[in-house]
Protein backbone atom coordinates (compact mmCIF):
# COMPACT_ATOMS: atom_id res chain seq x y z
CA UNK A 1 0.00 0.00 0.00
CA UNK A 2 1.92 2.98 -1.12
CA UNK A 3 0.90 6.11 -0.04
CA UNK A 4 3.91 7.45 0.07
CA UNK A 5 5.61 9.15 -3.37
CA UNK A 6 8.97 7.35 -3.84
CA UNK A 7 12.07 9.98 -3.61
CA UNK A 8 15.48 10.18 -3.15
CA UNK A 9 15.99 9.13 -0.01
CA UNK A 10 12.93 6.68 0.69
CA UNK A 11 12.95 3.81 -1.17
CA UNK A 12 9.42 2.08 -2.53
CA UNK A 13 9.98 -1.08 -0.78
CA UNK A 14 10.67 0.61 2.37
CA UNK A 15 7.64 2.53 2.42
CA UNK A 16 5.33 -0.11 1.48
CA UNK A 17 7.13 -2.09 4.58
CA UNK A 18 5.86 1.08 6.93
CA UNK A 19 2.63 1.02 5.52
CA UNK A 20 2.23 -2.56 6.35
CA UNK A 21 3.47 -2.63 9.52
CA UNK A 22 1.46 -2.56 12.60
CA UNK A 23 4.04 -1.17 15.32
CA UNK A 24 3.23 -0.61 18.89
CA UNK A 25 5.78 2.98 18.85
CA UNK A 26 5.62 5.17 16.33
CA UNK A 27 8.21 6.11 14.38
CA UNK A 28 9.65 8.96 14.18
CA UNK A 29 8.82 11.49 11.09
CA UNK A 30 10.67 11.18 8.17
CA UNK A 31 10.92 15.01 7.59
CA UNK A 32 11.72 16.33 10.87
CA UNK A 33 10.59 20.17 11.82
CA UNK A 34 13.62 22.78 11.77
CA UNK A 35 13.70 26.46 12.72
CA UNK A 36 12.06 28.50 9.56
CA UNK A 37 15.04 30.22 7.92
CA UNK A 38 15.51 33.52 7.23
CA UNK A 39 14.03 33.53 3.90
CA UNK A 40 11.16 31.16 4.74
CA UNK A 41 7.61 31.59 5.45
CA UNK A 42 7.24 30.89 9.20
CA UNK A 43 3.72 29.29 10.01
CA UNK A 44 1.99 30.27 13.49
CA UNK A 45 1.80 26.69 14.56
CA UNK A 46 3.74 23.43 14.20
CA UNK A 47 2.16 20.72 12.27
CA UNK A 48 2.42 16.83 12.06
CA UNK A 49 1.70 15.26 8.98
CA UNK A 50 0.52 11.48 9.70
CA UNK A 51 -1.98 8.93 7.51
CA UNK A 52 -3.55 5.13 9.22
CA UNK A 53 -4.26 2.18 7.81
CA UNK A 54 -5.90 -0.13 9.12
CA UNK A 55 -3.78 -3.41 9.48
CA UNK A 56 -4.64 -6.74 8.32
CA UNK A 57 -5.61 -9.08 10.10
CA UNK A 58 -6.80 -8.84 13.65
CA UNK A 59 -6.93 -5.07 14.51
CA UNK A 60 -7.77 -3.61 18.43
CA UNK A 61 -8.66 -0.46 17.69
CA UNK A 62 -7.34 0.62 21.05
CA UNK A 63 -4.07 0.43 19.07
CA UNK A 64 -5.15 3.01 16.59
CA UNK A 65 -2.95 5.84 17.49
CA UNK A 66 -0.10 3.31 17.57
CA UNK A 67 -0.61 2.69 13.73
CA UNK A 68 -1.02 6.53 12.76
CA UNK A 69 2.40 7.09 10.78
CA UNK A 70 3.93 10.29 10.92
CA UNK A 71 5.35 11.67 7.24
CA UNK A 72 6.84 14.67 8.64
CA UNK A 73 6.44 17.60 10.81
CA UNK A 74 6.47 21.64 9.67
CA UNK A 75 6.61 25.03 10.94
CA UNK A 76 6.82 26.79 7.29
CA UNK A 77 4.88 27.16 4.30
CA UNK A 78 8.29 25.31 2.59
CA UNK A 79 8.87 23.15 4.73
CA UNK A 80 4.72 22.14 4.64
CA UNK A 81 5.39 21.78 0.52
CA UNK A 82 8.57 19.71 0.94
CA UNK A 83 6.39 17.19 3.42
CA UNK A 84 3.47 17.45 0.89
CA UNK A 85 4.96 16.47 -1.73
CA UNK A 86 5.52 12.79 -0.57
CA UNK A 87 2.17 12.26 -0.03
CA UNK A 88 -0.10 11.11 -2.95
CA UNK A 89 -2.87 12.55 -3.58
CA UNK A 90 -6.53 11.46 -1.55
CA UNK A 91 -7.72 10.83 -5.66
CA UNK A 92 -5.21 8.65 -6.46
CA UNK A 93 -5.46 6.56 -4.38
CA UNK A 94 -7.50 3.20 -3.98
CA UNK A 95 -7.38 1.57 -0.60
CA UNK A 96 -8.87 2.79 2.23
CA UNK A 97 -6.68 5.03 4.38
CA UNK A 98 -7.23 8.32 6.38
CA UNK A 99 -4.62 11.58 6.27
CA UNK A 100 -4.31 13.35 9.12
CA UNK A 101 -3.11 17.22 9.29
CA UNK A 102 -2.64 18.04 13.34
CA UNK A 103 -0.65 20.51 15.10
CA UNK A 104 1.78 19.65 17.06
CA UNK A 105 1.02 17.70 20.16
CA UNK A 106 -2.93 16.72 19.21
CA UNK A 107 -3.34 13.68 18.59
CA UNK A 108 -5.89 12.57 15.55
CA UNK A 109 -8.02 10.94 18.45
CA UNK A 110 -11.19 11.83 20.17
CA UNK A 111 -9.99 11.34 23.46
CA UNK A 112 -7.25 13.69 23.12
CA UNK A 113 -7.00 16.89 25.60
CA UNK A 114 -7.66 19.14 22.66
CA UNK A 115 -10.38 17.66 21.03
CA UNK A 116 -12.56 15.68 23.67
CA UNK A 117 -14.67 18.66 24.27
CA UNK A 118 -14.97 19.41 20.39
CA UNK A 119 -16.14 18.44 17.39
CA UNK A 120 -15.71 18.10 13.05
CA UNK A 121 -17.32 19.39 10.75
CA UNK A 122 -17.60 16.80 8.06
CA UNK A 123 -18.22 17.63 4.37
CA UNK A 124 -18.86 14.04 1.77
CA UNK A 125 -17.56 14.29 -1.64
CA UNK A 126 -18.11 11.99 -4.71
CA UNK A 127 -15.23 10.45 -5.69
CA UNK A 128 -12.62 12.56 -7.60
CA UNK A 129 -12.96 15.88 -6.06
CA UNK A 130 -11.12 14.84 -2.47
CA UNK A 131 -7.23 16.21 -3.79
CA UNK A 132 -8.45 19.86 -4.51
CA UNK A 133 -11.08 19.62 -1.41
CA UNK A 134 -8.35 18.72 1.03
CA UNK A 135 -5.22 20.82 -0.34
CA UNK A 136 -7.73 23.86 0.08
CA UNK A 137 -8.63 22.77 3.24
CA UNK A 138 -5.39 22.34 4.66
CA UNK A 139 -3.72 25.69 3.50
CA UNK A 140 -6.48 27.45 4.64
CA UNK A 141 -6.15 25.88 8.46
CA UNK A 142 -2.27 26.23 8.24
CA UNK A 143 -2.63 29.60 6.44
CA UNK A 144 -4.50 31.24 9.59
CA UNK A 145 -7.72 31.72 7.44
CA UNK A 146 -10.60 30.78 9.94
CA UNK A 147 -9.25 33.84 12.31
CA UNK A 148 -10.43 31.48 15.45
CA UNK A 149 -7.20 31.58 17.18
CA UNK A 150 -6.02 27.84 18.48
CA UNK A 151 -9.32 26.54 18.12
CA UNK A 152 -8.86 24.62 15.12
CA UNK A 153 -7.25 21.15 15.84
CA UNK A 154 -6.44 19.54 12.76
CA UNK A 155 -7.72 17.88 9.58
CA UNK A 156 -8.77 14.83 8.40
CA UNK A 157 -9.35 13.34 5.06
CA UNK A 158 -10.56 9.64 4.60
CA UNK A 159 -10.86 8.01 1.27
CA UNK A 160 -12.99 4.98 1.18
CA UNK A 161 -14.34 2.79 -1.68
CA UNK A 162 -17.64 5.07 -2.46
CA UNK A 163 -17.38 8.55 -1.02
CA UNK A 164 -13.99 10.37 0.18
CA UNK A 165 -14.69 12.18 3.95
CA UNK A 166 -13.04 15.63 4.87
CA UNK A 167 -13.65 16.95 8.26
CA UNK A 168 -11.80 19.90 10.19
CA UNK A 169 -11.61 19.54 13.62
CA UNK A 170 -11.87 21.83 16.49
CA UNK A 171 -11.34 22.48 20.36
CA UNK A 172 -15.18 23.84 21.56
CA UNK A 173 -18.31 21.91 20.33
CA UNK A 174 -20.89 24.18 22.36
CA UNK A 175 -19.45 27.24 21.22
CA UNK A 176 -21.72 28.38 18.41
CA UNK A 177 -19.93 31.24 17.45
CA UNK A 178 -16.64 29.82 16.91
CA UNK A 179 -18.49 26.51 15.12
CA UNK A 180 -20.46 29.06 12.61
CA UNK A 181 -17.09 30.93 12.05
CA UNK A 182 -15.72 27.75 10.80
CA UNK A 183 -18.49 26.25 8.56
CA UNK A 184 -19.17 30.26 6.72
CA UNK A 185 -15.31 30.16 6.53
CA UNK A 186 -15.16 26.31 4.83
CA UNK A 187 -17.73 27.79 2.32
CA UNK A 188 -15.63 30.66 1.21
CA UNK A 189 -12.18 28.80 0.94
CA UNK A 190 -13.62 25.49 -0.61
CA UNK A 191 -15.80 27.39 -3.20
CA UNK A 192 -18.72 25.40 -1.99
CA UNK A 193 -22.12 25.38 -3.92
CA UNK A 194 -25.08 26.46 -1.90
CA UNK A 195 -26.45 23.00 -1.84
CA UNK A 196 -23.60 21.45 -0.57
CA UNK A 197 -24.04 19.61 3.06
CA UNK A 198 -21.54 20.23 5.67
CA UNK A 199 -22.47 18.19 8.96
CA UNK A 200 -21.14 19.47 12.41
CA UNK A 201 -20.75 16.35 14.81
CA UNK A 202 -19.40 16.78 18.15
CA UNK A 203 -16.91 14.03 19.31
CA UNK A 204 -18.69 13.52 22.31
CA UNK A 205 -21.67 12.24 20.51
CA UNK A 206 -19.65 9.81 18.64
CA UNK A 207 -17.95 8.26 22.24
CA UNK A 208 -21.70 8.10 23.39
CA UNK A 209 -23.14 6.55 20.34
CA UNK A 210 -20.50 3.71 20.66
CA UNK A 211 -20.85 3.11 24.39
CA UNK A 212 -24.61 2.03 22.77
CA UNK A 213 -22.96 0.11 20.18
CA UNK A 214 -20.58 -2.36 21.94
CA UNK A 215 -17.15 -2.70 20.99
CA UNK A 216 -17.49 -4.61 18.03
CA UNK A 217 -18.47 -1.71 16.24
CA UNK A 218 -15.73 0.88 16.95
CA UNK A 219 -14.64 3.01 14.19
CA UNK A 220 -11.25 3.86 13.00
CA UNK A 221 -10.94 7.04 14.67
CA UNK A 222 -12.03 5.58 18.11
CA UNK A 223 -9.10 4.27 19.84
CA UNK A 224 -10.38 2.73 23.51
CA UNK A 225 -8.62 3.74 26.71
Known amino acids: MPFLNASDDEQPQQQQQVARAA ?3 RPDPFVKVTTPGPDEHALEFT ?49 KVDFHLFKDGIQPVWEDQANCKGG ?19 LAMIGEQFLVGEEICGAVCSVR ?3 DIVSLWNRSADNATITTRIRD ?29 GPKQLPPHKPRR
Open 23 to 25: PKK
Open 47 to 95: YVLSYFVRPQGKFDPEDYACYVQPVASFKSVEQFWTAYRHIKRPSDIAE
Open 120 to 138: KWILRLKKGLSSRIWENLI
Open 161 to 163: NQE
Open 185 to 213: TMRRVLNLPVNAILEYKKHGDCLNELKLQ
